[in-house]
């Protein structure tokens, strides 16, 4: 039968007189425990949560500190990779900025949209000129005549 803990302050408490360790199901760590330990060497315990009943697993910490050097190594490398993913995202950013400022790297500019016509009248109005009565919604309906 499972130990049941009233609240997670319960469990903790439990966890830092005894020197164990603990984690919370759904979480990484607890199916980690789970599959690499034996049945011996972690208990499985109910905790009350605000949420309703969890479940949490208990283990030593010497299990913990025993694995510290293959966690130490495994942060100087993680760290050392950060370092070389931002020295890479640099040199990327600052080839694309000298690419850009040297103008090889010339954007082709938009279309200018056409304006619709009638055939004999020219241009109705001018969707790309600033100024009242440019737009289309200010257009007075009658014939245009180009000048």
Same mark, same amino acid.
Not at 46 to 71: H, K
Not at 105 to 118: D, F, G, L
């Given at each position: 039968? %499972?130990?049941?803990? %009233?609240?997670?302050? &319960? =469990?903790?408490?439990?966890?830092?007189?005894?020197?164990?360790?603990? #984690?919370? *199901?759904?979480?990484?760590?607890? %199916? *980690?425990?789970?599959?690499?330990?034996?049945?011996?060497?972690?208990? $499985?315990?109910?905790?009350?949560?605000?949420?309703?009943?969890?479940? &949490?697993? =208990?283990?030593?910490? &010497?299990?913990?500190? #025993?694995?510290?050097?293959?966690?130490?190594?495994? %942060?100087?490398?993680?760290?050392?990779?950060?370092?070389?993913?931002?020295?890479? #995202?640099?040199?990327?950013?600052? *080839?694309?900025?000298?690419?850009?400022?040297?103008? =090889?790297?010339?954007?082709?500019p938009a279309p200018r949209p056409q304006a619709p016509t009638i055939p004999g009248c020219g241009p109705l109005i001018d969707p790309v000129a600033k100024g009242p009565g440019t737009r289309?919604?200010?257009?007075?309906?009658?014939?245009? $005549?180009?000048?």
């Amino acid at each position: 039968m %499972a130990r049941e803990f %009233a609240n997670q302050q &319960a =469990l903790i408490e439990y966890a830092e007189q005894n020197g164990l360790a603990y #984690a919370w *199901k759904g979480s990484n760590i607890f %199916a *980690k425990r789970q599959r690499q330990l034996s049945p011996e060497q972690y208990e $499985i315990v109910d905790v009350r949560t605000s949420r309703g009943m969890n479940q &949490a697993v =208990l283990f030593s910490q &010497a299990i913990l500190q #025993a694995n510290a050097p293959l966690r130490e190594a495994m %942060a100087i490398k993680r760290e050392r990779w950060r370092v070389l993913r931002a020295k890479r #995202a640099f040199e990327r950013a600052v *080839k694309q900025r000298a690419v850009t400022l040297s103008g =090889l790297e010339n954007p082709v500019p938009a279309p200018r949209p056409q304006a619709p016509t009638i055939p004999g009248c020219g241009p109705l109005i001018d969707p790309v000129a600033k100024g009242p009565g440019t737009r289309a919604d200010s257009f007075l309906p009658g014939p245009y $005549i180009s000048p």
